[in-house]
């Protein structure tokens, strides 16, 4: 079992759904529409763009056991589907969407080539004048290290470090309660605000806005801790 499978068990304690990302993200969306959630892990936001609108929604993930859990928080909901696929993948839905979006850091996990392929895939899969939602760590600042998580009430950590090495960078956690220890390790692209949006440029995207957290705080490359960045087709 990797590491994102054995997290899933956790993820929920660790990353709670936080009100501002929900609040931004519906900002971009109008009922009766579609929305896809790329990299959902456990469905938290798309579950509550589901349950708080008449959008269809749908959420992707690579891993199985993520999406094993999205299922269950969301059998209730009729507008609703999740679906193991890779974001490269996205064409094989044969579906337009009127917002598309991928939080939590997850395009990083791609190689560079690979995300441009997962840009343009995303830009023809938007309806005309659909939204893509974007948000990684902020990388022009090159952190060695994210705030330690911490759930006091289950006693459990997450810590998150850094080591860069070229054109990439090694992404170590530990994610540890009183009775277990998780240690992950998983290469990733420390993708630079400049290089994102000369890609989504080039890609036909228009309408760029960054911003430095999901509150719509100014994006400031050498202090803000995220990158969130929104463009329109």
Same mark, same amino acid.
């Given at each position: 079992m990797d590491f994102y499978s054995r997290f899933s068990q956790y993820y929920d304690l660790i990353f709670p759904p936080q009100k501002a990302q929900g609040k931004f993200l519906s900002k971009y969306y109008n009922d009766h529409k579609c929305v896809l959630d790329i990299a /959902? #892990?456990? #469905?938290? $936001?798309?579950?509550?763009?589901?349950?708080?609108?008449h959008v269809e929604v749908i959420g992707i993930d690579l891993d199985s056991d993520m999406i094993i859990k999205a299922r269950e928080k969301s059998k209730d909901l009729g507008n609703i589907r999740f679906l193991e696929l890779n974001m490269l993948d996205i064409d094989?839905?044969?579906?337009?969407?009127?917002?598309? $979006? /991928?939080?939590g850091n997850s395009l990083p996990h791609l190689k560079p080539y690979e995300i441009k392929e997962a840009l343009k895939m995303i830009y023809n899969t938007l309806n005309s004048k659909g939204n893509l939602v974007i948000q990684t760590v902020n990388y022009d600042r090159r952190p060695e290290k994210l705030?330690?998580?911490?759930?006091?009430?289950?006693n459990i950590t997450f810590t998150r470090d850094y080591s860069y090495s070229g054109q990439s960078v090694e992404f170590c956690t530990v994610l540890q309660g009183q009775d277990f220890k998780v240690e992950g390790k998983v290469s990733l692209y420390p993708i630079r605000s400049t290089e994102?949006?000369?890609?989504?440029?080039?890609? #036909?995207?228009?309408?760029?806005?960054?911003? #430095?957290?999901f509150n719509e705080g100014e $994006?400031?490359?050498?202090?803000?801790?995220?990158?969130?960045?929104?463009?329109?087709?």
């Open positions: /959902c #892990g456990t #469905g938290s $936001y798309t579950k509550e763009i589901a349950r708080n609108s094989k839905l044969e579906k337009k969407f009127d917002l598309i $979006y /991928c939080i705030p330690t998580i911490i759930n006091e009430e289950h994102l949006i000369q890609w989504l440029k080039e890609i #036909g995207f228009v309408n760029i806005q960054l911003f #430095g957290d $994006y400031k490359p050498t202090e803000s801790t995220s990158l969130v960045v929104v463009a329109s087709r």
